[in-house]
């Protein structure tokens, strides 16, 4: 006996909006949303996500498809969705800001390549720091808490339920601060050995004007860069896992949030 009309239609809004919530999340989540990601891939993530998830955010109204309330419940699912996965990524983005203002102080923000993430050219140094970042996110099970963060949501904020509330949007705009506060965290102990490499270097050339201190500055700065790294590189898996648990707590915060 083939279903009705009706269990057609319960079974696509049941289906339907979980899966852009998870696919609005994959879209914009460190790994998932790169570039390199194929599309295809992503796609199917969403889908296995989706019908995963769809028994837990099952309601008991059906939405029309073509109306203005299905399409505000389809918005509100892509916004949750793009949330978790965009305060996620500022946890990589702020790392990247950080070892930018690091090349940059060690002379080596000429060295570029071309991030495949997001495929800009970024410096190098940058680069090593958004590979290390990922093996570190991997390691301390960041994807599965994004994932379970996902899950959750459908019980505080289900599926064509009420409206988000506005305090959560304005949560969401100032959560930006973090990444410069957590940029300056990664940068500031190397940043400021290398100023006071540079003071010295200033002060010998007042000392002795007739020194090239660009022959013999630059290879030296670069040098005590990449000693100063290796002597701090420990300290970026305990800022990072600093990061994504205040990042975790605060998308609780808002996600339990209800009007």
Not at 200 to 220: D, E, K, Q
């Amino acid at each position: 006996m083939l279903p009705d009309v009706l269990t057609l239609e319960q079974l696509v809004d049941h289906f339907a909006l979980p899966f852009f919530r998870a696919a609005a999340m994959l879209m914009a989540a460190p790994m998932f949303g790169a570039r390199l990601m194929p599309n295809r891939i992503r796609v199917l993530y969403a889908v296995c996500l989706s019908t995963a998830i769809a028994p837990l955010g099952a309601s008991d109204q059906t939405l029309d498809a073509l109306s203005g309330v299905a399409l505000a419940a389809i918005a509100q699912e892509i916004l949750i969705g793009l949330t978790i996965g965009f305060l996620v990524q500022m946890v990589f983005d702020a790392i990247i800001i950080g070892s930018q203002m690091i090349a940059t102080s060690m002379g080596l923000g000429f060295a570029m390549m071309v991030d495949p993430q997001r495929g800009v050219s970024v410096p190098v140094l940058s680069q090593f720091f958004v590979v290390i970042t990922t093996l570190l996110f991997l390691a301390f099970d960041g994807h599965l808490s994004m994932i379970s963060l996902l899950v959750n949501s459908f019980s505080s904020l289900p599926p064509g339920g009420m409206a988000w509330p506005t305090e959560s949007y304005w949560t969401v705009a100032n959560w930006g601060t973090q990444m410069f506060s957590g940029a300056l965290r990664i940068a500031l102990p190397a940043a400021v050995a290398l100023l006071i490499v540079n003071v010295a270097y200033g002060v010998i050339s007042r000392a002795a004007p007739t020194l090239n201190l660009f022959a013999v500055g630059l290879p030296t700065t670069v040098m005590l860069g990449f000693v100063i790294l290796e002597r701090s590189f420990g300290n970026i898996g305990e800022a990072l896992d600093a990061m994504l648990t205040l990042t975790f707590t605060e998308l609780q915060s808002i996600l339990a949030a209800n009007p």
